[in-house]
């Protein structure tokens, strides 16, 4: 049974930082293009960064570049999201999703597996 679980969200004031973890069972990690999306009140699902499967290159949205780093363990099956300087409009659940074969795609719709996700919500 694959199985992704975020931890780490939570209420941070504008400027603040979180570290997500995105704990992932049931597949190995190197053979997955892995992803973190987000959901705002509202919005659609949106694709924040990406790490390629193969080649490890990381990708972020316009919105977040320069505050969110993502990365990779492979031995412990997890990936993660720092974000920092948080903007209220970062609120959101946070997720992460995994695709197998393919590159990173934005569609969620693209991945086999994705988690139920965790609330970060920046206010002051």
């Known amino acids: 049974q694959v199985q992704l679980v975020v931890s780490g969200g939570g209420l941070v004031q504008p400027g603040g930082s979180l570290r997500l973890s995105c704990e992932v069972s049931?597949?190995?990690?190197?053979?997955?293009?892995m992803a973190w999306f987000r959901q705002a009140p509202g919005k659609e699902d949106e694709q924040i960064s990406c790490i390629q499967r193969s080649a490890g290159i990381i990708t972020y949205v316009d919105s977040v570049k320069g505050r969110f780093t993502m990365s990779r363990d492979n031995a412990k099956n997890t990936v993660f999201l720092q974000m920092d300087s948080l903007k209220p409009e970062d609120t959101a659940v946070y997720f992460c999703?995994?695709?197998?074969?393919?590159?990173?795609?934005?569609?969620?719709?693209?991945?086999?597996?994705w988690g139920q996700g965790t609330q970060v919500t920046v206010s002051s």
């Open positions: 049931g597949i190995r990690l190197r053979d997955h293009s």
């Open positions: 999703a995994a695709r197998r074969f393919g590159f990173c795609s934005s569609s969620l719709q693209h991945y086999a597996y």
